[in-house]
C-alpha cells in the first residue's frame, strides 16, 4: 500500500548508541516541522544508551529489549512485537548495532531505513570509527553519509540519499566522524520532510 502525504508516518527507531542524529529529528518533530511524522517508539538493545533517555525526553515511548540469551531471530521478533503494538509503519535505524534478520526485514520490506556513515557503496560492512579511518587511510578527499533501504544484505539496500563534506589533511578519524555525524542528522531531516517521495511506488 502506497501512503499518501496526508496519512502520517509511524515512525519507529532502532538505537544503540547516545542518539546523537536522533537529537535534532526530535527537536524538529516537537516544533511541528515534520507534519507527517508521529514518532511512536523508540527501542534500544542497550539498556543505558542515550538514545533512550533522548526519547523520553521528548515525550517518545521508549524500550529496552535485553539480547542476553536470544538469538537474532528471537531478539527481532520481540523487536516486532513491540513496533507492531505501536502501529510502527517505518523505522528508523538510528546507530543500531545489530544486523537485522530477514524475517524482521520481510515484516517491513522497503520501509526500513539506515544511515551508514560512508559514501555507499564505499566501506560497506565496516562500523562507526572502522569507516572513518579506513577513509582517510586510503586517502580519499571526500566522505558523506548514505540514507539506503535495508535489505537482507549488510549495507547494499539501494542508496536513497547521500549528504558529502571534504575530508581534510588534518583530519583524524575522530574529526569526521563529528563531520558526518551532522550530516547524517540533516539527510534524516531531509528524508523525513517528505519520506514518500523518496520510497517506491507500490512497495
Known amino acids: ?46 539498556e543505558h544508551s542515550g538514545i533512550l533517555d533522548k526519547a523520553r525526553a521528548y515525550g517518545v515511548a521508549a524500550s529496552h529489549i535485553p539480547v542476553k540469551g536470544a538469538t537474532r531471530e528471537a531478539y527481532d521478533q ?25 524475517q524482521f526485514v520481510a515484516q517491513w520490506r522497503n520501509r526500513i531505513v539506515n544511515i551508514h556513515p560512508s559514501l555507499l557503496p564505499r566501506h560497506k560492512g565496516l ?46 578519524a575522530e574529526s569526521l566522524k563529528a563531520k558526518v555525524q551532522a550530516l547524517e542528522a540533516q539527510a534524516f531531516l531531509k528524508f523525513l520532510e517528505k519520506p514518500q517521495s523518496y520510497l517506491s511506488e507500490g512497495v
Not at 21 to 46: E, G, H, M, T, W
Not at 79 to 101: D, F, Q
Not at 142 to 168: F, W
Request: aromatic share 4%.
Open 78 to 102: 520481540a523487536v516486532a512485537g513491540e513496533l507492531h503494538k505501536h502501529e510502527v509503519n517505518l523505522i528508523l535505524l538510528v546507530g543500531y548495532m545489530r544486523i537485522v534478520s530477514a
Open 1 to 46: 500500500m502506497v501512503e499518501t502525504a496526508q496519512k502520517k508516518w509511524k515512525v519507529g527507531v532502532l538505537g544503540s548508541t547516545r542518539g546523537t542524529s536522533l537529537l535534532p529529528l526530535l527537536k524538529a518533530y516537537k516544533q511541528s516541522k515534520l507534519p507527517d511524522i508521529d514518532f511512536r517508539i523508540v527501542v534500544s538493545n542497550r
Open 127 to 172: 562500523m562507526d570509527l572502522q569507516v572513518h579511518q579506513a577513509v582517510i587511510d586510503q586517502g580519499e578527499p571526500e566522505s558523506g553519509c548514505s540514507l539506503h533501504l535495508v535489505t537482507e544484505a549488510v549495507d547494499d539496500g539501494p542508496v536513497i540519499l547521500q549528504l558529502k563534506c571534504d575530508v581534510s589533511a588534518q583530519d583524524d
